[in-house]
């Protein structure tokens, strides 16, 4: 990979930080980048039931109003290994 360009939506609803109290539908940017810089990387969304998978940060549904996919999970961490 020589470089990669992230677009974030303003439209969306967007935290920095702690979860901000009373959030309801708002995403956690850092855990957002993250899950996006996965994909520059060659990581492809976990596969199967994305409930299963709920704690890994390629996960193909990240939640709302939670901060846990700040850093890769051991499923992430596993990926990246076997593609470097």
Do not use: R
């Not at 996965?38 to 969304?45: I, K, P, S, T």
């Amino acid at each position: 990979m020589v470089q990669s360009d992230l677009a974030i939506n303003h439209g969306d609803s967007w935290f920095t930080g702690a979860v901000p109290a009373g959030c309801s539908n708002s995403f956690d940017l850092q855990g957002v980048v993250t899950h996006e810089a996965g994909h520059a990387y060659g990581l492809a969304h976990t596969p199967g039931d994305p409930v299963t998978h709920q704690n890994q940060t390629m996960n193909s549904a990240l939640s709302g109003c939670t901060t846990k996919y700040q850093t890769l999970g051991t499923g992430d961490l596993n990926g990246m290994i076997a593609l470097y």
